[in-house]
Each structure stands twice: as C-alpha cells, then as structure tokens.
C-alpha cells in the first residue's frame, strides 16, 4: 500500500514537471522567432554616446534579443570608445553592434544621402538599416534604456491596437515622436521622398502616409524607458523642480547601473562629454561618491 503511494506520488511529480518543461519549451518557441534590431544615426558630436547608448541597451535585455546598428559620418571612433564596444561584444556575444562607418555626409546645410539634403536628426529615419530583424526600434543615441526587456512593452501595444508600429503624434501637431518602433517590413524599404526640408518627426509622419501605414490618432503610449541625456533639452526643467531629461523616476535605477561592472569598466573610456552629464545627473541624485 505504501509502496502504491510512493508510486503514485512520483508519478503526479514527474507529470507537473513534464507540464512545467512543455510551458518553458512552448514560451522559448513564441519568443524564438523574433529578434529586435536598435538603429540610429549620429554626427560627430553625438557619437561620443555610443558606448554607453549599447550597454544600456544590451545590459538590460534579459531575453538576449537585441542588436544594434548606428550609422555614423565618421571613420573611426576614438581607440577608447572602441575599446569600450570590445569590452561589450565580448560581454555580451549573443547580441550584434555594427557600426557603419562614413554612412553620410554631413555639411553646414545640412546631411546629405542619396543625393538629397536632409535636416539634421532626419537621417535615422531614411537610411535602411542592414541588419534585418522582425522588428526595430529607431531611437536617440543619447538615451540611456534602463528599463527590463523594454521591447516586449512595445510589442504588446502594437497587438493591443491590431498595428504595425509603436508610436503617438505628437500633440497639435502633424507628427510623430522621434521614438519609432515598428515592424521592418512594415517600414522597409522606403521608395522615395520628396519633401526633405522638414524636421525629423514631421519626415517620418510622411514617410507613414507615403506608405499607406495607418496613423494612430487616439494612443498616447509611448515612453522613453530611461533617461534622455540630450544636449538640447535643460538638463532641469524651468517651470518644475524636475530634471528636463526624464530622470526623475529613475534614481534607484541609475544608482544600480554606476554601481555594475559595465559602467566601472567603460565610465574611464567615455568622452569628457559624456562624463559630464554623468555628473550633472548625480549632482541631480545627491550621489557625492562615484562608487568606482
């Protein structure tokens, strides 16, 4: 009698474990088939963001489903921040940076590509990436991801509103934002554009429309998922005791990236640019002590 219970007892253990494999086996498959390309662009001046731009990236994605591609009208970065992007290959060899170098050019008109002059910041959105991955995200390169597996948010609110891409207009106004998530076959290739002379956000709502891509009216969904450092916006707003670089919610999140080996390795690698704004954001946070 008691040896029919032990046998019982294993058995119902071994079908819940066999129920738990075929979970995890069927969870591995949905997510499988996916993989999310980051692309952006930058002059000279902005790619000095670079290094730290990837290790946000590649740092906080748990599910090992990020590349990153960054068009660049430079021919090299500084052996430094070259030394940075080896200390993150090698950290994180599931993912890809692909740096293309002189992708542009850049004058004082503007940026030129394709034999079409564009406006500064335009690039990112008109370049086709080489790098094809099912979805991308077209981003800033002076943001710092500080949220988890970001592009699973993303993906949710493309299926909630039965579309092809994560994004808003902006308000009054006949654009989008300048983070753009979306399907790459439902953006790429794009054939042709004929006004260029407009800023970024305003080209890619046109872009949109040329390619017959619904344009979401009502959704308001569209977060930055960490911290913008950009040189153009007030490092605090001058209205609100609030830091103009979406910093406010993120403190504990900060404190915990300049504490990770990553940011101790490549914070002595970064640009004089660069580690003045990582100044500016922990006089922000009251951090006196740079744990380094």
Not at 162 to 187: A, W
Request: glycine share 2%; hydrophobic share 35%.
């Amino acid at each position: 009698m008691k040896k029919n219970r032990v046998l019982k007892y294993r058995e119902i253990i071994i079908l819940i474990f066999t129920f738990i494999l075929l979970v995890l086996h069927e969870y591995t498959k949905s997510i499988e088939h996916y993989r999310v390309l980051v692309y952006t662009c930058c002059d000279e001046f902005y790619s000095h963001y670079i290094p730290i731009f990837c290790n946000g990236l590649l740092r906080m994605d748990k599910l090992k489903k990020i590349d990153i591609e960054i068009g660049v009208n430079i021919k090299k970065l500084s052996d430094n921040e070259e030394k940075a992007l080896q200390y993150l290959r090698k950290k994180y060899p599931q993912s890809k940076i692909q740096i293309d170098y002189n992708s542009f050019v850049k004058n004082k008109s503007g940026i030129y590509y394709n034999n079409q002059l564009f406006k500064k910041g335009s690039i990112r959105f008109v370049i086709q990436p080489r790098i094809k991955n099912k979805y991308v995200y077209i981003s800033d390169v002076d943001i710092l991801v500080l949220v988890n597996n970001f592009y699973l948010e993303l993906i949710d609110d493309m299926k909630r509103r039965n579309n092809c891409y994560s994004n808003i207009l902006r308000k009054n106004k006949i654009q989008l934002t300048g983070l753009h998530f979306t399907e790459y076959d439902c953006y790429y290739p794009i054939m042709s554009i004929n006004n260029t002379d407009i800023n970024d956000e305003k080209l890619l709502y046109n872009i949109m429309k040329y390619k017959n891509i619904k344009i979401d009216e009502v959704n308001q969904y569209r977060p930055v998922f960490g911290i913008h450092m950009s040189p153009n916006r007030p490092y605090i707003s001058s209205n609100e005791p609030i830091i103009g670089w979406l910093a406010d919610n993120y403190k504990t999140k900060w404190i915990e990236y300049i504490k990770s080996k990553d940011f101790k390795f490549i914070y002595p690698l970064l640009d004089k640019s660069i580690t003045d704004k990582i100044r500016k954001l922990n006089e922000f946070y009251s951090i006196h002590d740079m744990p380094i």
